[in-house]
């Protein structure tokens, strides 16, 4: 049993819509092999078939295991490419083993390098967060030095007060000072961690042209 291009594309659309279940008329109206298709070509793992056993027994409905595996085993051809590898990868996708062995390889060369790129642009983001973050630090300083050089300048204050103020701005000026080296730091680890990106991608396109 074969099902045709637009089946498959519908049944998946359905599949990957965020359904854990089946409604009465798609498990009345059921394509086996075209969900068990769908099922694969999403990366779901083949247990998938148990929920829609359980949607459909509800309504009375038999699911036909043999249908459902043999599109799941042909859906498999889709999903286990190097191409979806590293487009799961890039989407953090928690790959459980799917392939079979003869599919795996060509999948996991592309997964991982997706991978290593969304871990590395996950911590560009959270790297830069930080910088960010500091950077709203210092200006926060400064805006308080400013204010507090005001305040020590007025005749509000006696020297008393002038000499607490003044070190309270060393203070602050010390932690601007630390803010910013760390800052540079940060800068450093986000331009090696770009880079690796951009390695990365290469190693992809590279693989892509062989």
């Given at each position: 049993m074969r099902i045709s291009h637009w089946v498959v594309l519908l049944t998946?659309?359905?599949?990957?819509?965020?359904?854990?279940t089946l409604s009465e008329d798609e498990c009345l109206t059921a394509d086996w092999y075209g969900i068990g298709y769908a099922d694969a070509a999403a990366g779901k793992a083949s247990s998938q078939v148990a929920s829609h056993r359980k949607a459909c027994s509800k309504h009375g409905v038999s699911l036909d295991i043999d249908d459902y595996l043999s599109g799941y085993d042909e859906g498999l051809y889709r999903f286990c490419t190097r191409s979806v590898g590293y487009s799961k990868g890039l989407d953090g996708y928690d790959y459980t083993g799917i392939c079979p062995s003869h599919l795996e390889n060509n999948f996991m060369d592309g997964y991982i390098l997706g991978s290593e790129i969304y871990d590395?642009?996950?911590?560009?983001?959270?790297?830069s967060s930080q910088l960010s973050n500091q950077d709203n630090k210092i200006n926060e300083l400064e805006d308080n030095i400013a204010a507090k050089t005001t305040l020590m300048l007025s005749d509000q204050v006696d020297v008393a007060q002038r000499y607490e103020l003044n070190t309270?701005?060393?203070?602050?000026?010390?932690?601007?000072i630390e803010l910013e080296r760390s800052n540079e730091r940060l800068h450093y680890q986000i331009d090696d961690l770009n880079a690796l990106i951009s390695e990365l991608e290469l190693d992809y396109r590279y693989g892509e042209e062989l």
């Open positions: 998946a659309g359905a599949v990957l819509s965020g359904c854990a590395a642009s996950r911590e560009v983001r959270s790297l309270e701005m060393e203070n602050m000026r010390d932690e601007i």
